[in-house]
């Protein structure tokens, strides 16, 4: 499936483009073969179901686009419709009985292989609008086998293999090329998605019987997006490269025997080898308004049962007879690499408004595991052996290579980090009885995390928030590194003679570097340059339970954590934090009084300050801005009609006030003298009336000025 724009191609339109290519693949095969005979019955069932896509959009050499938006997508879908589709299933059903032979086989195989692409060819010119590129895998590949053998000598054998091994990419050729006047987004990805299923199930029944049942998935998938060298600068608003791989698995085994003597196995596996990876040129210049994110994620999630229409358990085994042999394993071997490439001489800006969320710079590599694995294994006989084990081995990479001379500038934050996100779950339980019994559970997690940050030398970070270069956390502090691990071993045995065993043991060893070389880095808040693995959790819990003579307890295990850290930190250069801390703002004196201030032209900051916007509104007035302030005199404003007419009435009152005060007073005064003149005649004529007055009960009188008559 293609879909192709030619080389040279120019093309002028009203609205937007879109160059895209769908496949959705369904595929199945389906073998059921059942046999019986009344001497030997012998039988196979086969089926195979294979997938080979690939899936192109491009866009040729030295295309030229004027229009709102280009959209180049490659896709490759699950199907749609019905209960768990599948892009490619296999099932095989064989069972029979034979008097003397019952022998069965069921072999189930499935694989989706091919790529997936999208890309833009050498030389090509960007219109103003959004811009995307991108390839999405979306797949899955599932295997089911039922064998079912009876007779004197019964076998079954199932066999159940799944497989998903597709290339996802993204590209984009040299020379590429925007107007310096481009706001629109810039979005480069990749994104694969595969889920592997196997599941098996064997059965057999006789004198003699024996069956095998195998479940094998396996996924080497792998993500990855690349840009070509080019000497133009990118000019956008949010800028998103990016790449992800993710692989979903699940698989189940699950084997019966019913014998005298018998023997019977149930075996599922898991192989994981998958990468995702994001790569830069040398010289590679964004000038972006916005976010610009540069990532890199690749995961590894095993699925639930009911998710793909299977069982619950991983594992499920059972036996019974005389002479009895038992044994499954569930196990998962994942190795994962993320990786961040940029060349020398990197040039990133990210201006907007100075502190906020409008512009940023973050460039991450991430790795995550969530797995859980579930066995259950229960027999009985005379004499009968059972184990069971539970494995899970990880090796995850994460990893951000910038090389030499970098210079990245935001007006607010500016990040490279690493992270691995590990969850392990394992529990394996063993259950036998017997006259002589032998009960075995191994449940064992073993985590490896190796995360590096290496910034070549020359590097330049100016950023007006926070600088932040950490292995251990991504560079908006949203993901950091988490290891959690439980495994869970249990083995019970009743019998004459009883011998439990049971180990779990959970390992991480967790190895984090980074290194910044002769680098500038100046923050307006703070700098962090840091390996953190966040205290791993390793839990583990391995018990024998043992009742010989059926009751007399024993218990035996052992139960083993191992947490190995390795963290560090070099750094060579100069980092300065709370680089803004001082702003000094000189507005000099270009005019005369007459014309007064005529511009912002004579604005002027001290160095290494936070930049200040100036603007000029010639209609400015001091006064009415004071005045109209809160708190402000707002007489002079019209808006302010109301305050001026309660200010005036309480001025009059205050007037009106201090007249009468002022009156009060004078009267005082003259009617004092006056009664000072009466008394001192009377004194002198020998009479006191003031104080016959008083004497006699005349009450005192006050004037307006409270002053006694």
């Given at each position: 499936m ?34 019986v005979?009344?001497g030997a ?11 080979e ?20 997508t490659?896709?490759l879908?699950r ?7 599948k892009?490619a ?9 034979g ?32 811009v ?13 086998a039922?064998?079912?053998g ?6 079954g ?10 290339t ?5 050729g040299?020379?590429?090329d925007t ?12 994104h ?46 949010d ?15 699950d ?9 019977s ?35 590894f ?14 594992v499920?085994a ?21 990786t961040v490439?940029?060349?020398?001489n990197?040039?990133?800006s ?14 991450d ?5 969530l ?16 184990g ?30 690493t992270?691995t ?22 449940a ?7 995360e ?29 590194t ?6 869970s ?20 060893d967790?190895?984090q ?6 680098a ?5 808040r ?5 390996a ?14 043992g ?12 139960s ?8 560090n930190?070099?750094v ?25 201030f ?47 007419r ?5 001025h ?39 104080q ?12 307006e000025?409270?002053i006694?008559?």
């Amino acid at each position: 499936m293609s879909a192709r724009v030619s080389g040279s191609a120019s093309i002028e339109v009203t609205g937007g483009i879109t160059v895209s290519a769908t496949a959705t693949p369904e595929i199945s095969a389906v073998a059921i073969g059942v046999g019986v005979s009344g001497g030997a019955s012998l039988g196979v069932s086969y089926a195979q179901a294979s997938n080979e896509v690939n899936v192109i959009a491009s866009i040729g050499n030295g295309a030229d686009f004027d229009s709102d938006s280009l959209t180049v997508t490659a896709t490759l879908a699950r199907p749609t419709g019905g209960t768990n589709p599948k892009n490619a299933y296999a099932n095989a059903v064989a069972g029979g009985g034979g008097i003397l032979l019952g022998a069965q086989g069921a072999v189930a195989l499935s694989s989706t292989t091919g790529s997936v692409s999208a890309s833009l060819g050498n030389n090509v010119s960007l219109p103003d609008g959004d811009v995307t590129v991108s390839s999405a895998s979306d797949s899955q590949t599932q295997s089911d086998a039922t064998g079912v053998g009876v007779g004197f000598i019964g076998i079954g054998v199932a066999v159940a293999d799944a497989s998903s091994n597709v290339t996802t990419s993204t590209s984009v050729g040299t020379g590429l090329d925007t107007e310096s006047t481009r706001t629109g987004d810039l979005t480069v990805g990749s994104h694969g998605i595969n889920a592997t299923v196997a599941a098996s199930t064997a059965g057999s029944g006789g004198v003699v019987a024996g069956n095998g049942s195998i479940a094998d998935a396996d996924d080497d998938s792998s993500s990855s997006t690349t840009i070509g060298a080019t000497a133009h600068t990118l000019y956008a608003n949010d800028v998103t490269i990016s790449s992800q791989n993710e692989a979903q698995y699940y698989i189940h085994s699950d084997s019966t025997n019913a014998a005298v003597v018998g023997a019977s196995g149930a075996f599922a596996s898991f192989d994981g080898d998958t990468s995702s990876a994001t790569t830069l040129p040398s010289g590679f210049t964004i000038a972006a308004t916005g976010i610009v994110l540069i990532t890199s994620e690749n995961d590894f999630f095993s699925l639930a049962g009911g998710s793909v229409g299977e069982p619950t358990d991983n594992v499920e085994a059972a036996g019974g007879g005389g002479i009895t042999a038992t044994a499954a394993s569930s196990s998962a071997d994942i190795t994962g690499h993320s990786t961040v490439t940029i060349g020398n001489n990197l040039n990133i800006s990210a201006v907007n408004e100075p502190m906020t969320n409008k512009a940023s710079i973050g460039i991450d590599a991430g790795s995550q595991m969530l797995v859980s694995d579930r066995m259950n294994l229960e027999t009985g006989g005379a004499i009968n052996g059972a184990g069971v084990a539970s494995s899970v081995d990880a090796s995850l990479h994460s990893t951000v290579l910038v090389g030499t001379g970098a210079t990245l500038f935001t007006t607010q934050n500016a990040g490279i980090g690493t992270y691995t996100i590990a969850v392990g779950s394992l529990q394996a339980e063993a259950s036998t009885w017997g006259l002589a019994a032998v009960g075995a559970a191994f449940a064992d997690l073993d985590v490896d995390s190796d995360e590096t940050i290496t910034v070549g030398t020359g590097a330049n970070i100016t950023a007006l928030g926070e600088v932040n270069i950490r292995a251990g956390d991504d560079s908006t502090g949203h993901r950091q590194t988490s290891l959690t691990g439980t495994t869970s071993a249990q083995s019970y045995v009743r019998g004459l003679i009883a011998v439990p065993v049971a180990e779990a043991d959970t390992t991480f060893d967790t190895n984090q570097q980074t290194t910044v070389s002769g680098a500038t880095i100046h923050a307006g808040r703070n700098v962090t340059i840091g390996a953190n693995p966040h205290d791993p959790v390793a839990r583990a819990d391995g018990t024998g339970h043992g009742y010989e003579l059926g009751f007399i307890p024993v218990t035996d295990g052992s139960s083993d954590t191992d947490v190995d850290i390795t963290a560090n930190v070099s750094v060579n250069g100069t980092l300065i934090a709370g680089f803004y801390h001082e702003l000094t703002l000189t507005i000099a004196n270009t005019a005369d009084q007459a014309s007064g201030f005529t511009g912002c032209g004579s604005v002027t900051q001290n160095a290494n300050s936070l930049p200040v916007t100036c603007t000029y509104d010639g209609s400015f007035n001091p006064r009415n801005f004071v005045n109209s302030a809160p708190g402000g005199d707002a007489l002079g404003d019209p808006a302010g009609q109301p305050l001026r007419r309660r200010r005036e009435r309480d001025h009059r009152r205050e007037e009106r006030l201090r007249q009468r005060v002022a009156d009060g007073v004078r009267r005082s005064d003259d009617h004092r003298r006056q009664l000072q003149q009466e008394l001192s005649d009377r004194r002198r004529d020998g009479d006191h009336p003031v104080q016959h007055g008083r004497a006699c009960g005349v009450p005192r009188r006050r004037d307006e000025a409270g002053i006694d008559q």
